[in-house]
């Protein structure tokens, strides 16, 4: 089946700066890429998707890029601000709604 | 419009006993899935629910089973508890597939 690696586990960054977060997915079937922050205490939040037919998708601050031919995707946040401090996933499905999850990046933004 | 919405919020159990979870998804919505959150195994599919019929299933073992009724709404059961199950268990549901998932705010399951 699919696997889907994700780095870093941890990541701070200062607020106003961009934060990157990088998956890797197996299947080279996998078509429909979303992203997911997860508050304390609460469900995934989608927050942005992509599909294999389109590069790059962008959302105000938040962007998502994917490389079909090396099997990797990220999340750029740009302009970071306290409130984005959470843990992101990132998922992956080759079709049907069977999603394959990162581990999670668990995201602080410092004041 | 009204999110995905799962009950009870929080259960605690005991091995050997069974429970059930349940999921109203977002109006209009017909996809329903569920997934287990740990922090060991992180994020994994369960199965989902499309019309009343499985339409995907993961790698759980049989004591995990799921049913769609009529108005979407699903229940997730689990028999013989064991305390490995402890978990976060959530629902999502989508349109259909290639729609995007929203997901409830999850049932802490846990097993004494």
């Known amino acids: 089946g699919e696997n889907v690696e994700q780095h870093p586990s941890t990541l701070s960054v200062q607020e106003g700066d961009s934060a990157v977060i990088k998956c890797t997915y197996s299947d080279s079937a996998s078509n429909y890429f979303p992203w997911y922050k997860q508050e304390l205490g609460k469900g995934p939040q989608l927050i942005i998707d992509i599909r294999s037919n389109v590069g790059e998708k962008k959302d105000q601050r938040i962007a998502v890029t994917l490389n079909k031919t090396a099997k990797h995707f990220s999340l750029h946040i740009t302009e970071t601000q306290p409130e984005d401090s959470a843990v992101y996933f990132c998922?992956?499905?080759?079709?049907?709604?069977?999603?394959?999850f990162g581990t999670g990046t668990s995201l602080t933004v410092i004041p | 419009k009204a999110g995905v919405t799962q009950t009870p919020r929080y259960l605690i159990k005991t091995r050997g006993q069974q429970v059930t979870l349940s999921c109203s998804p977002i109006?209009?919505?017909?996809?329903v899935s569920w997934y287990q959150q740990t922090p060991g195994q992180g994020l994994q599919f369960l199965f989902e629910?499309?019309?009343?019929?499985?339409?995907n299933k993961g790698n759980f073992p049989g004591r995990f089973s799921g049913r769609q009724f009529s108005n979407s709404r699903s229940e997730m059961n689990v028999s013989t508890l064991e305390l490995g199950d402890s978990a976060l268990y959530l629902c999502?549901?989508?349109?259909?597939?290639?729609?995007?998932?929203?997901f409830g705010d999850g049932t802490r399951l846990s097993i004494l």
């Open positions: 629910y499309f019309s009343e019929t499985q339409r």
């Open positions: 999502a549901s989508s349109l259909d597939i290639y729609q995007p998932q929203h």
């Open positions: 109006s209009g919505h017909r996809s």
């Open positions: 998922a992956a499905s080759t079709g049907g709604n069977q999603f394959y």
